[in-house]
């Protein structure tokens, strides 16, 4: 493995862990009754949806640039710093889309 392949790998899970963190923020809100109940697609629906949507790029990217054995690092990693993020030290997830541009950039940039 050479040190691009850690810096991409770095850089993945940093997008999975951020679409992670801006998934749960989404049904952290709806357990706590923040949002207005609706069908329709709303604004509030957008952290989910591109939390999925980042989620499901890093771990196309990892098995495309890296191969599949990464992609299951790249789920672990992502899930185990999200949930430390998110549930242990309680840090706001307001900064979740700043780090997932961070890591795209990166990706592109390397």
Known sequence: MTRDDIATLAALIVVFACGAT???HRF???YQRWLASGTRF???HL???LGIAAMLL???L???MLGWTYVI????????ISMGYVYVLRWRVEIAPVGLVLGLAALVAG
């Open 73 to 80: 690092a790249t789920l672990l990693g992502g899930l185990s």
């Open 62 to 64: 990892a098995a495309s």
């Open 22 to 24: 801006m998934l749960s």
């Open 47 to 49: 952290p989910g949806a």
């Open 58 to 60: 890093a771990l196309f």
């Open 28 to 30: 952290y809100a709806v």
């Open 42 to 44: 709303k604004a509030h």
